[in-house]
């Protein structure tokens, strides 16, 4: 009882508008550390994605080329079916300053992810109050979908948030100056190189929500045009892209900048229901996107922790609360922000019905819920009588708080532990040891469990992207979505015709399979270096 009382005595403290700063650098605090300490080495290792865009921003850093020859593209062809470029660019500056390695990859998601902190709060105070930015900002700060993802460099993480930074400027353009129009639409448009999923995303939610503008008379027809030329000026390299691609059309080069053609049509790997099937894809897709959204859960602890969700199980209920609440008091008239989020919300449904989703392809949905989550508990706050405000206060900051300590726990010392496969760990390093021992002799590496493990020896041995070119060795070249390769120069991967070789990298789980005569191993993580004579 005594516990109850201190805590609402400290709710009704702090949360008077006299200490709002004070809190809104706590927050800031607390989402800035969690997200930015130990990127380096929580996850564990390095995934085949972060290896792949870090080698391919060093390529073009060291030649002017992508690691498959291609200068400056607009999207890389990376494993075949494609590699979004936008993260690439964004870590150049990193990469030079700190080197190639993991924290110079992963920086660029933890720096977005900072940002977002203090443009959602900005957003909310924009359109509402300090307290209900507070809220939301609280609400994000400890969100376990925004602090994973900013914590290792999968390129498509970027999207959501920069997503959210156009829908600043839009709602700057409503509520101050329509000169943050053609802001907003660059935006949106810088979107579009992020992850795939923007084709389908980004022309809905301008279908949906210009006409709103318009029929408000928010943004004026001179203002609109030149936010339309302003977003296509930026878009259409993208947009040639994506019609190159679906018709079967040859790469473009305009100078330097290149369009290039892939193996495998992008929007047909990400979209699925563009097929004969329609009826009965749709419905799966549907039935695995409610599954997503319900249980806040993939199959894939490195997207979301089952126990935890993307923003936690306690808040899903307060985000249909939320939405009630808008369509119960806004019929009539309803408020631009809350009319651009339901519009996000329904472009994010649409794309949960026409592909097959994972955490990771319905990223844009996360930030409508975290908003959602924090109208419903304000509007479940209204609801109550005036002697239970103060305890429901109380009550909702004590369980997040909960959560969020044992979500952290379970963070930094289970799930280190339970995904060095998903993130190769300690394969950088057994690389490394390999290809520094005397005298050089062809080295083997395992598939077992690694995707892509000639990428890592590009990543970890920075190799030149001109002698990447002139040895790689494909087993089927421009064979769709995986370009599998056989060798790299001494470097070979998987099964081979020669039963011994000299050097070994094998996983943990693979060495007692190999009846190998040992003169001399080493274990880096899950990996073993082994030497034969």
Same mark, same amino acid.
């Given at each position: 009882m005594n516990l109850m009382t201190h805590i609402l005595n400290l709710f009704t403290h702090i949360s008077h508008y006299k200490y709002h700063h004070y809190l809104v650098f706590f927050l800031c605090l607390i989402g800035f550390t969690i997200r930015l300490l130990g990127i380096s080495i929580i996850p564990s290792g390095l995934n085949q994605d972060e290896a792949s865009i870090g080698y391919e921003a060093f390529s073009i850093m060291t030649s002017g080329h992508d690691r498959n020859g291609i200068s400056f593209p607009i999207h890389f062809i990376s494993w075949g079916s494609g590699q979004n470029a936008l993260y690439a660019y964004l870590s150049m500056p990193f990469?030079?300053?700190?080197?190639?390695?993991?924290?110079?990859?992963?920086?660029?998601?933890?720096? %977005?992810?900072?940002?977002?902190?203090?443009?959602?709060? #900005?957003?909310?105070?924009?359109?509402?109050?300090?307290?209900?930015? %507070?809220?939301?900002?609280?609400?994000?700060?400890?969100?376990? #979908?925004?602090?994973?993802?900013?914590? #290792?460099?999968? $390129?498509?993480?970027?999207?959501?948030?920069?997503?959210?930074?156009?829908?600043?400027?839009?709602?700057?353009?409503?509520?101050?100056?329509?000169?943050?129009?053609?802001?907003?639409?660059? @935006?949106?448009?810088?979107?579009?190189?992020?992850?795939?999923?923007?084709?389908?995303? %980004?022309?809905? *939610?301008?279908?949906?929500?210009?006409?709103?503008?318009?029929?408000?008379?928010?943004?004026?027809?001179?203002? =609109?045009?030149?936010?339309? =030329?302003?977003?296509?000026?930026?878009?259409?390299?993208?947009?040639?892209? @994506?019609?190159?691609? !679906?018709?079967?059309?040859?790469?473009? !080069?305009?100078?330097?900048?290149?369009?290039?053609?892939?193996?495998?049509?992008?929007?047909?790997?990400?979209?699925? @229901?563009?097929?004969?099937?329609?009826?009965?894809?749709?419905?799966?897709?549907?039935?695995?996107?409610?599954?997503?959204l319900v249980l806040q859960n993939d199959g894939n602890e490195y997207n979301a922790i089952p126990a935890f969700?993307?923003?936690?199980?306690?808040?899903?209920?307060?985000?249909?609360?939320?939405?009630?609440?808008?369509?119960?008091? $806004?019929? !009539?008239?309803?408020?631009?922000?809350?009319?651009? *989020?339901?519009m996000w919300l329904i472009c994010s449904i649409i794309l949960g019905v026409s592909s097959h989703i994972n955490i990771n392809r319905i990223n844009i949905l996360i930030y409508p819920l975290i908003y959602f989550t924090t109208l419903g508990l304000i509007e479940t706050r209204k609801m109550l009588r005036p002697e239970f405000i103060r305890g429901y206060s109380a009550l909702i900051i004590s369980f997040y708080t909960m959560l969020f300590v044992l979500f952290s726990g379970y963070y930094f010392i289970f799930f280190r532990a339970n995904n060095k496969n998903h993130f190769s760990y300690g394969l950088g390093e057994a690389i490394q040891y390999a290809n520094n021992l005397k005298p050089k002799r062809n080295i083997n590496i395992t598939e077992y469990s690694i995707n892509m493990p000639y990428i890592y020896v590009c990543f970890y041995t920075q190799l030149n992207p001109t002698t990447f070119q002139n040895s790689v060795i494909y087993i089927h070249e421009n064979s769709g979505e995986f370009r599998k390769v056989s060798s790299l120069g001494r470097y070979t991967f998987g099964?081979?015709?020669?039963?011994?070789?000299?050097?070994?990298?094998?996983?943990?789980? $693979?060495?007692?399979?190999?009846?190998?005569?040992?003169?001399?191993?080493?274990?880096?993580?899950?990996?073993?270096?082994?030497?034969?004579?």
């Amino acid at each position: 009882m005594n516990l109850m009382t201190h805590i609402l005595n400290l709710f009704t403290h702090i949360s008077h508008y006299k200490y709002h700063h004070y809190l809104v650098f706590f927050l800031c605090l607390i989402g800035f550390t969690i997200r930015l300490l130990g990127i380096s080495i929580i996850p564990s290792g390095l995934n085949q994605d972060e290896a792949s865009i870090g080698y391919e921003a060093f390529s073009i850093m060291t030649s002017g080329h992508d690691r498959n020859g291609i200068s400056f593209p607009i999207h890389f062809i990376s494993w075949g079916s494609g590699q979004n470029a936008l993260y690439a660019y964004l870590s150049m500056p990193f990469i030079s300053i700190f080197g190639l390695n993991t924290f110079s990859v992963r920086i660029v998601n933890a720096l %977005l992810s900072c940002m977002s902190l203090l443009v959602f709060y #900005w957003l909310l105070k924009l359109s509402f109050n300090k307290k209900v930015a %507070l809220i939301g900002m609280a609400l994000l700060t400890i969100s376990p #979908w925004s602090i994973m993802s900013a914590r #290792w460099g999968l $390129e498509s993480n970027i999207f959501p948030t920069i997503f959210l930074f156009g829908v600043y400027f839009l709602l700057k353009g409503i509520y101050s100056s329509q000169l943050y129009f053609p802001l907003s639409f660059s @935006v949106f448009a810088i979107s579009l190189y992020a992850y795939g999923t923007s084709y389908l995303i %980004l022309p809905i *939610f301008f279908v949906l929500v210009i006409p709103f503008l318009l029929y408000q008379q928010r943004i004026s027809i001179k203002t =609109l045009l030149f936010s339309a =030329l302003a977003f296509l000026t930026i878009a259409t390299p993208i947009i040639l892209f @994506v019609i190159i691609n !679906h018709l079967d059309l040859p790469a473009l !080069h305009f100078g330097n900048l290149s369009i290039p053609r892939l193996d495998s049509n992008r929007t047909t790997v990400v979209f699925n @229901v563009f097929s004969s099937d329609f009826i009965s894809i749709v419905i799966k897709n549907t039935v695995r996107f409610l599954n997503v959204l319900v249980l806040q859960n993939d199959g894939n602890e490195y997207n979301a922790i089952p126990a935890f969700g993307t923003i936690y199980q306690l808040s899903l209920p307060f985000s249909f609360i939320g939405i009630y609440g808008i369509l119960k008091s $806004e019929r !009539h008239q309803i408020k631009p922000v809350n009319f651009i *989020f339901l519009m996000w919300l329904i472009c994010s449904i649409i794309l949960g019905v026409s592909s097959h989703i994972n955490i990771n392809r319905i990223n844009i949905l996360i930030y409508p819920l975290i908003y959602f989550t924090t109208l419903g508990l304000i509007e479940t706050r209204k609801m109550l009588r005036p002697e239970f405000i103060r305890g429901y206060s109380a009550l909702i900051i004590s369980f997040y708080t909960m959560l969020f300590v044992l979500f952290s726990g379970y963070y930094f010392i289970f799930f280190r532990a339970n995904n060095k496969n998903h993130f190769s760990y300690g394969l950088g390093e057994a690389i490394q040891y390999a290809n520094n021992l005397k005298p050089k002799r062809n080295i083997n590496i395992t598939e077992y469990s690694i995707n892509m493990p000639y990428i890592y020896v590009c990543f970890y041995t920075q190799l030149n992207p001109t002698t990447f070119q002139n040895s790689v060795i494909y087993i089927h070249e421009n064979s769709g979505e995986f370009r599998k390769v056989s060798s790299l120069g001494r470097y070979t991967f998987g099964k081979t015709k020669d039963e011994v070789q000299a050097i070994k990298i094998i996983s943990k789980e $693979e060495i007692e399979i190999y009846n190998l005569d040992v003169s001399s191993y080493k274990c880096f993580g899950n990996y073993y270096v082994i030497e034969q004579k």
